[in-house]
C-alpha cells in the first residue's frame, strides 16, 4: 500500500498511549517558575495550555516537571517544542527525561476509578 493510500486509522495511530485530562484532574507543567496545564500526556511526550502574552517557538528546547495532583509525584522532563498554536503546545521529550510506561498506567487506573477517562 502507497503512503498516500493509508487509511485513517493508519495517519491517526500513535506510538504511545496518551491520556487526555479534563482541567480538575490535570496535572501540572512547570516551566521557569510558570505552571501551565497540561491537556495530555504519554510517555513521549506532553500537551499544555499556554497562558496569554507568554510566546513559544518550534523546535525550542524545553525543560520543567510534570506535577501530579494529590501529591501523585513530580517527574522532571525536557524535550523539543514540536507544535505551537493559540489553544497548545506539544512537546516531545527527549528519551532520557520520558515518562515510565508504569506511571502512564498508574495514572490511567486512577482516572478510570475515578470515572475520568
Do not use: H, W
Not at 23 to 35: L, R, S, V
Not at 72 to 88: A, F, L, M, N, Q
Amino acid at each position: 500500500m502507497s503512503n498516500d493510500k493509508k487509511s485513517n486509522d493508519e495517519k491517526n495511530a500513535r506510538e504511545y498511549f496518551r491520556i487526555s485530562y479534563r482541567p480538575a484532574e490535570a496535572p501540572m507543567f512547570e516551566c521557569d517558575k510558570n505552571k501551565f496545564i497540561v491537556l495530555d500526556l504519554s510517555e513521549a511526550g506532553v500537551k499544555f495550555s499556554p497562558k496569554k502574552g507568554m510566546t513559544f517557538f518550534e523546535k525550542d528546547t524545553i525543560s520543567g516537571r510534570i506535577i501530579f495532583p494529590d501529591k501523585r509525584g513530580v517527574i522532571e522532563v525536557k524535550g523539543v517544542i514540536i507544535r505551537v498554536t493559540p489553544s497548545d503546545i506539544a512537546i516531545k521529550l527527549l528519551a532520557n527525561t520520558r515518562i515510565p510506561l508504569a506511571k502512564i498506567m498508574e495514572e490511567q487506573r486512577l482516572l478510570i476509578q475515578r470515572g475520568k477517562l
